[in-house]
């Protein structure tokens, strides 16, 4: 066993260090985001809020490895992220392949994780029956619902053999309707799969509703104004009553007021 | 505060399915729905009946004035041979008992023809393919080979055909030569295009699946490439195809080209007219079938 692997247990999951990200060059760079420090430990349902163009979807563009910090660093497990090796990514749209079934698109997350061809078909629908998507394997992508092929993304990134899932607004496009009952499967599937996850969204609701802990972005350039853990029970109860709760009801005045307050103020340069 | 700790595991029948308003508001219309009433439709068939009876009717009057340019004063078979005689001609040439062209039947010269352009195209294609995929993902070539190509694609075959001849001969290899020449630089074109254009959205998601480069190219790249690319393998037979008598101008025979070249120097121009008849005709059916073929495969993209 190597060095890392055997650190691995007392490592966090995700590891942000004074992660500053600028676009541009020179004089006419403009930050985005940071000094940013964020270390999320395995299991948490982390989940970044903030203002339209605060820097969340670039935070979580960095964590995934899409994009490279332009000072400090990002590690999860220790090392720097590769996208579907650290992590399974859920975009805010499905961006499911159109030339596959939706069966065909979770195969190729499993062609890619070495799972034998042999075992696809029972991985796949048992994938597909854990996000409510039973029988549909041999249909293609666009005879689904939106609301369906954001389930069949979800799938496809669970079938990624990664520690950490990552999703960076995945019900944004979506009727409220549709983005309540997602919500709740998503609360579900991950308590039941124990993976760590980090949430990008705008939603004051799905924040809290998601996350057991919450972490608020300040304008532009995105800065850590607060970290507030969640302690409303992961499993166990119906999210009706979860959404009824008191705690939550709390959780969520709070947060929306910080939220407001930080929209206004841009981090300190 | 991990969501483990709680070490009870939701069944997955909380998760509903969702078949809300939503559900069918999004989607779209399945194949399996008719598109439209039953009314409607007679109307479309009637009006694809009437688009198929105005062609027939140009068609008829097309040879109606040939006929009558043909038969307008004292006939002359080698300016202006009639409907009649063509036909007459085609029958002769076509009939597989008969003396046919030089010894060969219209068929056996078509087929001789089309063994070339089956050749000869398909290393153009082939060659094509090849580089497009290495000029749209490797940039550097894209950027030394994209001039070069358009400069030989907007050369007509004949400008390099001498060269052709006289570096290869005069037998089978210049004319497949040609032809290839004639056939590689549309598909690559296109190709190298489609390639660079490949949605980044979709390559990001085959990354986050865990896709290195080359399982990018396999799943996303050249499968999204690939409706445009079958345009530009249809511009590239359609080029070959047309390139056929160019190709044969020089010991062409047996061949479908050289037998319109060679009776045109006797002024034979009833076999000439059947040659052509045949290069077009022949042309349309394979067009046609690659287009049914673009068809096929990208029936996704018509619906995404």
Redesign the interface.
């Known amino acids: 066993m190597s060095p890392a692997a055997e650190s691995s247990s007392t490592q966090p999951a995700i590891a942000v260090t004074a992660v500053r990200r600028s676009f541009g060059r020179g004089a006419t760079a403009v930050p985005a985001l940071g000094p940013i420090d964020l270390t999320i430990a395995k299991g948490e349902f982390a989940v970044i809020v903030g203002a339209s163009g605060c820097g969340k979807s670039t935070l979580l563009r960095l964590i995934a490895g899409f994009d490279t910090a332009s000072e400090g660093t990002v590690l999860l497990a220790g090392e720097a992220p590769v996208p579907g090796r650290h992590s399974g990514i859920v975009f805010q749209q499905p961006r499911l392949l159109p030339w596959r079934t939706v069966g065909g698109n979770i195969d190729l997350a499993l062609s890619y994780a070495g799972v034998p061809q042999r075992d696809w078909p029972a991985t796949r629908d048992a994938l597909l029956e854990r996000v409510g998507l039973v029988g549909l394997a041999t249909r293609h992508t666009w005879e689904l619902s939106g609301g369906q092929q954001q389930r069949v993304a979800i799938a496809r990134a669970l079938a990624v053999p990664a520690p950490v899932l990552l999703l960076d607004e995945p019900f944004a496009a979506l009727d409220a309707l549709t983005r309540e009952v997602l919500q709740e499967d998503l609360r579900a599937v991950s308590a039941e799969s124990g993976r760590t996850a980090v949430l990008v969204t705008h939603s004051v609701d799905e924040a809290v509703f998601l996350g057991s802990r919450i972490v608020v972005l300040s304008a532009r350039p995105g800065q850590i104004v607060l970290d507030l853990p969640v302690d409303l029970p992961r499993t166990g109860v119906e999210p009706a009553e979860i959404r009824a709760s008191s705690e939550f009801a709390r959780i969520r005045g709070e947060l929306a007021v910080e939220l407001r307050r930080s929209a206004a103020t841009p981090g300190a340069a | ?6 070490g ?3 069944s ?1 029948t ?5 078949t ?1 308003p ?7 219309p ?1 194949r399996t729905q008719p598109p439209s009433t039953p009314r409607s439709s007679s109307a479309a068939r009637r009006q694809v009946a009437r688009e198929v009876a105005l062609r027939v009717g140009a068609v008829v009057a097309l040879v109606a004035i040939w006929w009558a340019v043909s038969a307008w004063g004292k006939p002359d078979p080698t300016l202006r041979p009639s409907p009649l005689l063509v036909w007459h001609t085609f029958l002769d040439l076509a009939n597989p008992a008969g003396a046919g062209y030089n010894g060969l039947t219209l068929w056996g010269h078509l087929a001789t023809s089309l063994r070339r352009i089956g050749i000869g195209a398909s290393a153009g294609v082939g060659a094509g393919l090849v580089l497009g995929l290495l000029m749209g993902t490797i940039r550097p070539i894209g950027i030394v080979l994209a001039p070069l190509l358009n400069f030989v694609r907007a050369l007509p075959p004949l400008a390099y055909f001498s060269l052709v001849v006289v570096w290869f001969g005069i037998d089978e290899k210049p004319k497949l030569m040609l032809l290839a020449i004639a056939a590689l630089p549309p598909v690559a074109i296109v190709t190298a295009d489609a390639v660079s254009s490949a949605p980044k ?2 390559v ?8 290195g480069r080359l ?1 990018t190219i396999r ?2 790249v050249i ?2 490439a ?1 409706p445009q690319v079958l345009v530009g393998v249809r511009l590239s037979v359609a080029i070959a195809y047309s390139s056929v008598v160019a190709a044969e101008t020089v010991n062409g025979l047996p061949g479908i080209g050289g037998m319109v070249r060679d009776a045109q120097n006797y002024n034979n121009t009833a076999v000439v007219l059947v040659g052509i008849f045949a290069i077009g005709f022949s042309g349309l059916l394979i067009d046609g079938a690659i287009a049914l073929a673009t068809r096929r495969t990208s029936r ?2 018509s ?2």
């Open positions: 505060m991990g969501i483990t700790a709680y009870y595991a939701m997955a909380t998760i509903h399915d969702l809300g939503q559900a069918t508001a999004t989607r779209r399945a959205a979709l990001e998601a085959a990354r986050s699946l865990g896709a399982g799943d996303v499968p999204s690939l996704w993209r619906l995404t």
